[in-house]
């Protein structure tokens, strides 16, 4: 029984460090063309939310993956944990990775740059990658 509970935790605690470092991918995009606005922050914690975080943690994830986007010096970082994770999460977040770029109705060379180098990292299909692309701009003009 004791050990059920701790492979638990460990779970748990692993789920947090995911969800940290989808987090951290997030904020790096938000923050690539020095612009960091409460849109942005409010599409992360959805992001997050509908990918399972708890709901009630979502302010210290936040507070977490900013200290560890601003430690890091690089993406790999970041796209390990995504690309274990399944189809279906890892469309979710190039979606509102491509929702936070365009919050602003501009994309810049940074950001477009950002989404090639993940397309490629994460194996997304540049199909596709355009396809997200063009829901999410057309989910913003709603």
């Known amino acids: 029984m004791i050990n059920f509970f701790k492979n638990k935790e460990k779970n748990e605690a692993n789920d947090n460090g995911s969800y940290s470092k989808i987090a951290a991918l997030l904020i790096h995009a938000a923050k690539i063309d020095?612009?960091?606005?409460?849109n942005e922050k409010e599409i992360i914690k959805k992001t997050l939310i509908e990918l399972g975080a708890q709901s009630s943690s979502i302010d210290?994830?936040?507070?977490?993956?900013?200290?560890?986007?601003?430690?890091s010096n690089q993406i790999l970082d970041f796209t390990r944990e995504i690309k274990n994770a399944p189809e279906s999460d890892k469309v979710k977040i190039i979606?509102?990775?491509?929702?936070i770029i365009y919050?602003?109705?501009?994309?810049d060379m940074y950001e477009?740059?950002?989404m090639r180098r993940l397309a490629g990292l994460l194996y997304i299909d540049p199909k596709t990658m355009g396809e997200l692309k063009e829901k999410a701009k057309q989910e913003l003009k709603k």
Not at 34 to 38: D, F, P, R
Not at 60 to 71: F, H, M, P
Not at 103 to 107: I, L
């Open 34 to 38: 020095e612009v960091y606005e409460e």
């Open 60 to 71: 210290s994830l936040i507070s977490e993956a900013t200290i560890i986007e601003e430690s």
């Open 95 to 99: 979606e509102s990775l491509w929702k």
């Open 103 to 107: 919050s602003n109705d501009n994309a």
């Open 112 to 114: 477009t740059n950002l």
